[in-house]
């Protein structure tokens, strides 16, 4: 744990940053800038808490030096040396509850945080049932990010005639979007016996989540060379112009090969920007992911990898718990959990990944 006078080092650097981006925000080409404004914004709102601690530490000793000196003061009665001796000691209670909290706040931010998410639900092994519940997470997160004010746009989604899912992709927008989601990523199994199932057998089944931070333009930059861009007629759901123009778009990253479909807008042009919208998405944590594999010895292990083919959280339904192998948390309540009760997850993990930060400061 650092001391108190590189914590308040810290603190003035983190405060000078502040400062300068506040300043910024004064330039008209900034002003101009629609991607420079909404970066600043979200940096200045992610250290505002930082700004109001400080500004809550500078009163706290202010009120001390003023306590300090009534109660030297020898023209001050007995009481009011008293008044001012609980006036200080009330003021060092709250210094120190902020020194307490600094370390914590001065963590370094995960570079994503103030990102939008890209959600994307797979089945797994276990057929038609995988499927289904597959279908039952991914609303699951539909309605979690609604209930916390969060914008939802279905970017694509293949349902099966047992109403589950082949595939189903949404993007979610909002603050705290990726402080929440990220913690999904990852292999969900559940343990249940199926609605198809005559003889009570019990089926344990998978469904595969991953969660990308929505890549702006400027993170990832995409050369024109590198992209093959093949429109054709969309099929499926869409409505009655589905099926009347060549508005479905198909785009391949070469170098890698990955290779994004979309076709869920009327228009060519929105499903092309959303389309490299979600391969630079891809890209960019594919990029990441392998600088994570060079430095696998500084990977985390109380929270694990975030690595897709990890089992993160088990759903069994005779024992009604749903357990989060990364924390060896229990939630006993399958059904609220699938119907969207995921903060108490989210919230210990993001305890857990702060305190081992904590113990490794």
Not at 86 to 91: D, G, I, L, T
Not at 287 to 301: F, Q, T
Not at 309 to 321: A, D, H, L, M, V
């Amino acid at each position: 744990m650092a001391d108190l006078a590189q914590l308040e080092a810290r603190l003035a650097i983190a405060l000078r940053t502040r400062a300068e981006l506040e300043e910024q925000l004064t330039q008209p080409e900034v002003l101009a800038d629609h991607t420079a404004l909404a970066r600043i914004g979200r940096e200045l709102s992610r250290t505002a808490p930082l700004a109001e601690t400080a500004a809550a530490l500078t009163d706290a000793r202010a009120r001390q030096t003023d306590a300090k000196g009534m109660e030297l003061d020898p023209g001050a009665d007995a009481e009011m040396r008293a008044l001012a001796a609980a006036e200080r000691a009330a003021a060092e209670e709250i210094e120190r509850d902020i020194i307490e909290r600094l370390p914590a706040l001065l963590l370094d931010p995960d570079p994503n945080d103030g990102k939008d998410v890209l959600i994307e639900v797979r089945p797994g092994a276990g057929g038609d049932e995988a499927g289904i519940f597959a279908g039952e997470l991914f609303r699951a997160y539909l309605r979690y990010a609604e209930r916390r004010g969060w914008k939802v746009e279905v970017d694509g989604l293949s349902e099966t005639a047992l109403g589950g899912v082949r595939e189903a992709m949404a993007e979610v927008s909002g603050t705290g979007a990726w402080a929440a989601f990220k913690w999904e990523s990852g292999v969900h199994r559940i343990q249940r016996v199926p609605a198809t199932e005559s003889s009570g057998r019990i089926h344990t089944s998978t469904a595969t989540v991953v969660v990308l931070p929505v890549a702006e333009a400027v993170d990832f930059v995409i050369p024109e060379g590198d992209i093959r861009i093949d429109v054709k007629r969309a099929s499926g759901h869409g409505g009655q112009g589905v099926n009347t123009t060549d508005s479905a778009v198909r785009i391949t990253h070469i170098p890698s090969g990955t290779v994004v479909e979309m076709q869920d807008e009327r228009s060519q042009l929105r499903n092309k920007e959303k389309g490299l919208a979600i391969l630079r998405s891809r890209l960019l944590a594919a990029e990441e992911e392998r600088k994570r594999s060079a430095n696998s010895a500084a990977r985390k292990a109380l929270i694990g990898s975030g690595d897709r083919s990890e089992k993160i959280r088990t759903y069994n339904g005779p024992q009604n718990r749903v357990t989060d192998h990364r924390i060896g948390l229990d939630k006993f309540d399958v059904d609220g959990v699938l119907s969207g009760d995921l903060s108490v997850f989210h919230d210990a993990l993001a305890a857990a990944e702060q305190a081992e930060r904590l113990a490794g400061e």
